[in-house]
């Protein structure tokens, strides 16, 4: 069953401006994560955020967390054609470090 | 560096094949996972283990199996392969510290063509 879903689907921008992807949860979380994935490649870790913490960065990314709402949301700064990558939030499904994965958000830079 | 490695890149299998993916990783984490990856249907957990020769169900088991013979190694059973298992397989691998959920290290995927 899936957790969380992204918002948009897709999006498509210019480099250098910012991007923002939303995802949404149903249950509460103990902690939500933040995954890219380039074309046709496995997934790779950006960012965990736990159910205590609102707000987080690491370089160019920032992700916010508002438990009261479920929701979460990762910004990229100042965006490069590199980043263009499909990005996906993963929450804690219980037990044994299950995550749930949404359907994901594909971002598009143009250079 | 964490290295989860699979063992094939593309592979094609015709219907009722029995088919076997490997999986490795190389950093003694406890936990590992098969994982399929659908457009519009993000990624779906089919089995997990969180020790050797422990596994346990996820979201969508039927018509796979796996085995854990060793802790780096997870592998993947398609016992009769399917077209509807054409499909992008992930593999993935994390630590065991506590009950919350922690970083998975994927591999590079299997994109598996039954036909």
């Known amino acids: 069953s899936q957790q969380g879903e992204e918002d948009p689907q897709a999006l498509s921008i210019q480099e250098g401006e910012n991007a923002t992807m939303n995802c949404s949860y149903k249950?509460?979380?103990?902690?939500l994560q933040w995954y890219r994935q380039n074309s046709g490649r496995g997934l790779v870790h950006l960012i965990l955020?736990?159910?205590?913490?609102r707000e987080k960065h690491s370089g160019r990314l920032r992700v916010t967390l508002d438990t009261s709402k479920k929701s979460s949301s990762l910004l990229i700064t100042a965006s490069r054609a590199a980043d263009t990558a499909s990005y996906f939030c993963?929450?804690?499904?219980?037990?044994?470090?299950?995550?749930?994965f949404g359907t994901g958000t594909k971002l598009q830079v143009i250079p | 560096d964490v290295k989860v490695t699979q063992s094939s890149r593309y592979l094609v299998k015709r219907t009722g094949e029995k088919v076997f993916l490997e999986c490795v990783q190389d950093?003694?984490?406890?936990?590992m996972f098969w994982y399929r990856q659908d457009p519009g249907l993000g990624l779906r957990l089919i089995y997990f283990?969180?020790?050797?020769?422990?596994?346990e169900k996820g979201d969508i088991p039927e018509g796979y199996s796996v085995s854990r013979e060793k802790k780096e190694r997870f592998s993947l059973i398609l016992e009769s392969a399917s077209t509807n298992q054409t499909s992008m397989y992930l593999c993935?691998?994390?630590?065991?510290?506590?009950?919350?959920?922690?970083?998975?290290?994927f591999g590079p995927g299997t994109r598996l063509t039954v036909t």
């Open positions: 993935a691998s994390s630590p065991r510290f506590s009950k919350a959920s922690y970083e998975q290290y």
């Open positions: 249950t509460s979380i103990n902690n």
């Open positions: 955020i736990r159910s205590n913490e």
């Open positions: 993963a929450t804690d499904a219980g037990g044994y470090q299950k995550v749930t």
């Open positions: 950093m003694d984490h406890e936990n």
């Open positions: 283990s969180y020790d050797v020769k422990m596994k």
